[in-house]
């Protein structure tokens, strides 16, 4: 009876909280918010020099634009080539936002080798967080004394925070809501233009401020970037397979305009837990009306994250297939896939996330893609996206066509909760 009323009272809670979140979206003016955030932006920074890092993303983006017609030439505005960004992403961020209508002075700050190097060998999520962060904010720090500015600004939003204090992930941008003195630490102060908001008030301040289509639609992408969707230990092969393939998954699935869509790369090593994959087989099997020597089921070593009642979870990702008489992939509708999912990740709680297999090769390679393509307002949950087969078939095709390193490409079929949107 206690479990019982306490998961009515939590349920209770996340209605009160959906409900004042709602009601904060609906009331949002961002002509407003400009006006008085502009100002704030002067009080606060008044005659000192002030260094921006701009990913390319709509919240730094926003940000730095802010802080620009607030403050002017004493912005200095950078981008961190850190090796884990998109391909060729450095000189298209360095060129759009250097030129009309934002015209941002930005300079591309080499940094591959640095990054690469405090990353290196750590397979944890977390480790792998914390390490991007020391290096990150050692570099910035680095590049303000140099620059001579005293303050740094950030795109951190509403969820960043949310998901950093409640345990959930550690974002790497998130500092002083969790007892990291920059000033003692760094060497500056930390501007947040635009903290108090959700991602999607952050869309309506860019298209107030002009900032093109381009960058207000770009998909979201991780501070760590391609380290967090590189799950497990970053290498260098692995990394670059997961560039190239996340051209070709950002590219295939565009047109259907997921709130966010990606590739991750997980290497193709297995538990050998034969009781429960049998247990998983038989129950997958009954769930899809299957015969279970058609079902087939493997549980990565690398783990991923998840979250429940609010807090993180760090569990093992199963990856389900079911072959039809002929050998070819069973693909029953994306929403029974879902369902089976919940199934699972109740059988199995050191679960966090279910994939399933979209196409194969009998032979086996290092790597395994995941495809993950997402429904959400505010990034704070997510539905999964109902995909048609045919664009998934073709996507996985093209990527073991052209790569000779990956046997496997999977959909993840978990939405947030139980698992996070990224993979760490």
């Known amino acids: 009876m206690v479990h019982g009323k306490h998961n009515k009272y939590e349920e209770t809670s996340m209605k009160e909280v959906n409900k004042r979140r709602n009601k904060s979206l609906e009331d949002f003016n961002p002509k ?7 100002k704030q932006i002067q009080n606060v920074i008044r005659k000192e020099k002030v260094l921006v890092a701009v990913s390319g993303g709509v919240d730094s983006t926003v940000s730095a634009v802010l802080t620009y017609r607030a403050i002017g030439n004493q912005l200095t505005c950078v981008t ?24 941002l002075p930005v300079k591309i700050i080499e940094a591959r080798e640095r990054f690469l190097k405090a990353l290196k060998g750590l397979k944890d999520a977390e480790e792998k967080r914390r390490a991007f962060r020391k290096t990150f904010y050692e570099t910035l720090s680095e590049l303000a004394r140099k620059e001579g500015c005293s303050f740094l600004v950030q795109g951190t939003n509403r969820a960043d925070v949310v998901e950093t204090k409640s345990g959930i992930k550690t974002q790497h941008n998130v500092l002083e809501q969790i007892g990291i003195s920059p000033i003692e630490r760094f060497g500056f102060k930390i ?31 991780p501070g760590p970037g391609l380290a967090v969707r ?71 070593v690398d783990k991923a994250t998840g979250v429940k009642r609010g807090v993180r979870r760090y569990g093992y990702v199963v990856g389900i297939r079911v072959q039809t008489p ?99």
């Open 32 to 38: 407003e918010f400009v006006e008085t955030r502009i």
């Open 80 to 103: 961190l080539d850190d090796a884990f960004m998109r391909r060729n992403e450095p000189e298209k961020v360095a060129e759009l936002l250097s030129n009309s209508p934002i015209n």
């Open 191 to 221: 501007v947040e233009p635009v903290v108090q908001l959700y991602k999607s008030q952050v869309r309506e301040v860019a298209k107030y401020l002009g900032i093109p289509d381009e960058i207000i639609e770009r998909q979201p992408f």
């Open 230 to 300: 590189v799950v497990g230990e970053v290498r260098v092969d692995k990394l670059e397979t997961l560039r190239v393939t996340t051209a070709l998954v950002e590219k295939r699935l565009a047109e259907f305009k997921p709130s966010q869509h990606f590739a991750v790369i997980i290497d193709n090593e297995q538990i050998r837990d034969y009781g429960r994959l049998i247990r998983i087989q038989e129950a997958t099997a009954r769930f899809l009306n299957v015969p279970s020597r058609h079902v087939h089921a493997k549980i990565f």
């Open 326 to 424: 002929d050998e070819k992939v069973h693909q029953p509708p994306i929403l029974n896939l879902i369902a089976l999912q919940k199934k699972i990740l109740t059988d199995n709680p050191s679960f966090t996330r279910v994939w399933y297999a979209i196409r194969y090769l009998t032979s086996e390679k290092p790597y395994v893609i995941g495809i993950r393509a997402v429904e959400t307002r505010d990034f704070l949950e997510a539905e999964v996206s109902k995909l048609p087969w045919n664009t998934l078939n073709k996507t996985a095709e093209e990527i073991l066509e052209k790569y000779n390193n990956v046997s496997e490409i999977y959909y993840d079929v978990t939405p947030k909760p139980p698992a996070t949107i990224e993979m760490e």
